[in-house]
């Protein structure tokens, strides 16, 4: 009798645990603004959360806001693109210059979830310091 309990507790154990249990969420994107000189704007004071932004272009008449987190280091933090594979573009939008970019992601095989594959700035002047850390020079047009 006990080992049909152990054997049924088991049995319910590998069914319900499945895709749908779990979530893993893309790692985030960190954005650092400089200027000419290095500098990062941030810092510096030429940019503010209040003159600055992100935009997740829909194709609808207004884009969406994207949520962003500030840290001590004055580097941007973007947790959360999109929920959806496939590629998706965006936009930042400041006082001092604007630009576009698109982030491509793929359905996480194992877990409910994307996981983001590539990250195109469309921009003349920046450096990618790692995958997920982009040193972005911005200039006044």
């Known amino acids: 009798m006990k080992a049909y309990i152990v054997s049924g507790l088991i049995w319910l154990l590998l069914v ?6 779990c979530f893993t ?5 960190v954005f650092e603004f400089v200027d000419g000189a290095g500098n ?4 510096t004071g030429a940019l503010n959360p209040q003159n600055f ?19 001590d280091d004055d580097r941007i933090t973007i947790n959360s693109f999109t929920d959806d594979p496939g590629v998706t573009n ?8 604007s ?23 469309i921009h003349d002047d920046y450096t ?14």
């Open 53 to 71: 932004d992100f935009r997740k272009v829909t194709g609808e008449f207004e884009d969406v806001k994207i949520d962003y987190s500030l840290g």
């Open 90 to 97: 965006y936009r930042f939008y400041s006082i001092i210059q």
């Open 16 to 21: 319900s645990c499945g895709k749908e249990d």
């Open 40 to 43: 990062n704007l941030i810092t």
């Open 99 to 121: 630009f576009s970019f698109s982030v491509k992601a793929e359905e996480n095989a194992s877990c409910e979830g994307n996981n983001i594959v590539d990250v195109l700035l």
């Open 25 to 29: 969420a893309p790692e985030p994107v």
């Open 128 to 141: 990618e310091q790692n995958m997920r850390l982009f040193r972005v020079t911005l200039a006044r047009q």
